[in-house]
């Protein structure tokens, strides 16, 4: 009967113990499937929202709308998620199939010129946030009794656009 009760026992602490372990694998994962989905998106969007008539003399002017339709396009066929509102360079987009919290992301546009070379380079950040979603019983049950024991999603990228020759 006492083998028995520490069997139990064993099997209750090894459960406490691998549930965190598995939900910090899945937040790795998550953030690996987001940093991917931002890159990805901003290829797209850089891609298809450079100024061709600036392309000649070497300059990487950026039509800031095309690029924010772009990236909301990709953004949205990578992570399964639709734009449910924007206000300027922020939009919010929620997951389609209940997977994620709602995701913010927040884009800044700076175009200056190169000193070296003369040309006009464009800096794009962009910040992304969102309340992780927790999927194991016992961290979800954590976060239902206590609010303020959420984690939080957060990719920032700086991406520096410009045209060589």
């Known amino acids: 009967m006492r083998t028995m009760a520490i069997g139990i026992l064993l099997v209750i602490l090894a459960s406490i113990f691998i549930e965190p372990l598995t939900e910090l694998v899945n937040v790795f994962r998550e953030r690996l499937v987001v940093s991917t989905a931002v890159n990805n998106a ?40 639709t734009r449910t509102g924007s206000d300027g360079d922020t939009m919010i987009f929620r997951s389609d199939d209940g997977k994620y919290n709602d995701f913010r992301v927040a884009l800044a546009f700076d175009a200056k010129e190169d000193l070296a070379s003369g040309q006009i380079v464009t800096e794009v950040d962009v910040t992304v946030e969102s309340d992780y979603k927790f999927k194991t019983k016992y961290l979800k049950l954590a976060e239902d009794a206590n609010k303020d024991a959420g984690f939080r999603l957060i990719a920032e990228r700086s991406f520096v656009v410009s045209v060589k020759n």
């Open 42 to 81: 901003v290829r797209a969007a850089k891609d298809r929202s450079l100024e061709y008539e600036l392309l000649r003399g070497l300059d990487a002017q950026i039509d800031e709308n095309r690029f924010k339709a772009y990236f909301e396009t990709a953004f949205e066929d990578a992570m399964n998620m």
